[in-house]
């Protein structure tokens, strides 16, 4: 059974950072593309960034030079560390394994 657990979320001023973890269980975490995406209230879900199986990486442009994915492979972790946050980076934000598998999200608020 694959297990997608979000944590690192909650409340921080603009400009301020947050780190999120996914820990991933049930799959071959190398084997597989993973995601974050997020979702602001009323809007899609939307997504933010991604990590290939190789390694590579790739941004939406709403958060390319302030966000970074990254993954501990020994920790079968995934990361999103997020800086320079703005007030429209709130949302719930989602791991995504393998194009199919969903964490149950964390909430990441930006507010002064």
């Known amino acids: 059974q694959v297990q997608l657990v979000e944590s690192g979320g909650g409340l921080v001023q603009p400009g301020g950072s947050l780190r999120l973890s996914c820990a991933v269980s049930?799959?071959?975490?190398?084997?597989?593309?993973m995601d974050w995406y997020r979702q602001a209230p009323g809007k899609q879900r939307e997504r933010v960034a991604t990590?290939?199986?190789?390694?590579?990486?790739n941004y939406a442009d709403s958060v390319k030079g302030r966000f970074t994915i990254s993954r501990d492979i020994a920790k079968n972790t995934v990361y999103l560390q997020m800086n320079s946050l703005k007030f429209e980076d709130t949302a719930v934000y989602y791991c995504?394994?393998?194009?199919?598998?969903w964490g149950q999200g964390t909430q990441v608020t930006v507010s002064s």
């Open positions: 049930g799959i071959i975490f190398t084997r597989n593309t």
């Open positions: 995504r394994a393998a194009f199919q598998y």
């Open positions: 990590i290939s199986s190789g390694g590579f990486t």
